[in-house]
């Protein structure tokens, strides 16, 4: 258990809808990142929420936006659903500070867009 | 555009054989993690290393951080049914606190 929650387990759109994504961190951290991964391959970096501010994109469009609360929880938002959208979606939070960071993923969100 | 290439891709083995997985890239990385997923769960880190040259143990795991920073392996002794699962290594590079993570190494021990 890495005290990392994800909502919700699995979801099923339709190709241009819109979805809503949540993560709420372990206690104590403060950094919440959000990755997307493809069957079979390693996760891609989304982009990175650091004291309610992005701090750090991966190559996504500008229909991936994201949301950090005062809470340290976090929202990942995908407008213009496409079927290439269909991923794991992993959340994984932080402590930034001194120091090399250890990320502690959820279980993951699986988006299936038809 | 950072690209961490793992090798290999898929790798079946017997129960008690050993096995190395490489990491590799052509950028420098300040600090270097390993992380092993099962299905339907998100990664778990095993280790960070952050030194060229660096060596570390966890159990029957060995790590080590390539000379240069650009590359990294794991070894598994002895590997056992419960190592089965998908490695992954991830790297951060100097001034960001973003990892980028590899393409994965499918890993099945049969017994």
């Not at chain 1, 759109?13 to 993560?23: A, E, N, P, S």
């Not at chain 1, 959000?34 to 650091?50: N, R, S, T, V």
């Not at chain 1, 959208?85 to 994984?92: R, T």
């Not at chain 2, 794991?74 to 001034?95: M, V």
């Amino acid at each position: 258990e890495t005290g990392v929650t994800q909502s919700p387990t699995h979801l099923i759109k339709t190709r241009g809808q819109q979805v809503t994504l949540r993560c709420s961190s372990q206690s104590g951290h403060n950094t919440v990142s959000w990755y997307q991964q493809a069957l079979g391959q390693g996760p891609q970096f989304i982009f990175q929420y650091y004291r309610e501010e992005e701090n750090g994109r991966g190559n996504f469009p500008p229909r991936f936006s994201g949301l950090q609360f005062p809470n340290y929880s976090s929202e990942l938002n995908v407008n213009a659903l496409e079927l290439d959208d269909s991923a794991l979606y992993l959340c994984a939070s932080s402590l930034r500070g001194r120091g090399n960071e250890k990320l502690f993923f959820g279980s993951g969100t699986q988006l299936s867009v038809l | 555009t950072q690209l961490l290439e793992q090798s290999p891709q898929f790798l079946s083995i017997q129960e008690g054989e050993n096995l190395t997985v490489y990491c590799n890239s052509s950028s420098v990385f300040s600090s270097l993690q390993w992380y092993r997923q099962e299905p339907g769960e998100g990664p778990v880190l095993l280790v960070t290393v952050v030194t060229g040259g660096e060596v570390k143990k966890l159990k029957r795991l060995t790590f080590q951080f390539g000379d240069a920073r650009k590359d990294s392996s794991l070894h598994i002794t002895a590997a056992q049914p419960g190592d089965t699962g998908l490695y992954l290594c991830a790297g951060a590079t100097s001034g960001t606190y973003k990892y980028i993570f590899g393409t994965g190494t499918r890993l099945k021990v049969l017994a």
